[in-house]
């Protein structure tokens, strides 16, 4: 059983930067996504970046060029490194993993999700 515990969430102001983590413990798998997903209140589950075992990323185009996705070399720890935090990206945010297949960004394809980590961007 795969587990998946995310860090780093907080309160910034908008512009600001904060640095989320996941770490993996149990089975993991080489050869599958990774991915970051948030959910706003009131909204749907979102995707915002996916990472391949050949490190090859899909981001939302949401975050294009502020976001960056990123995997530690043992493939255990997932980081997403958020720069210019907008109010708009205030929501609650997840990693998946456990890709069963098809979009890397929905997720519907991930079976296992860690608790999440708040991340609050004021005005």
């Known amino acids: 059983l795969l587990q998946l515990v995310e860090s780093g969430g907080g309160s910034v102001q908008s512009g600001g930067s904060l640095r989320l983590s996941c770490s993996a413990s149990?089975?993991?798998?080489?050869?599958?996504?990774m991915a970051w997903f948030r959910q706003a209140p009131g909204k749907e589950r979102e995707g915002v970046a996916s990472?391949?075992?050949?490190?090859?990323?899909i981001y939302a185009d949401s975050v294009k060029g502020r976001f960056t996705i990123s995997q530690d070399s043992t493939k255990r720890t997932l980081f997403l490194e958020m720069n210019n935090l907008k109010p708009e990206d205030t929501a609650m945010y997840y990693c998946?993993?456990?890709?069963?297949?098809?979009?890397?960004?929905?997720?519907?394809?991930?079976?296992?999700w860690g608790q999440g980590t708040q991340v609050t961007v004021s005005s």
């Open positions: 998946a993993a456990g890709f069963r297949g098809g979009d890397s960004l929905d997720p519907s394809s991930y079976r296992y």
């Open positions: 990472v391949g075992a050949d490190g090859s990323t």
């Open positions: 149990g089975y993991t798998w080489d050869n599958y996504y």
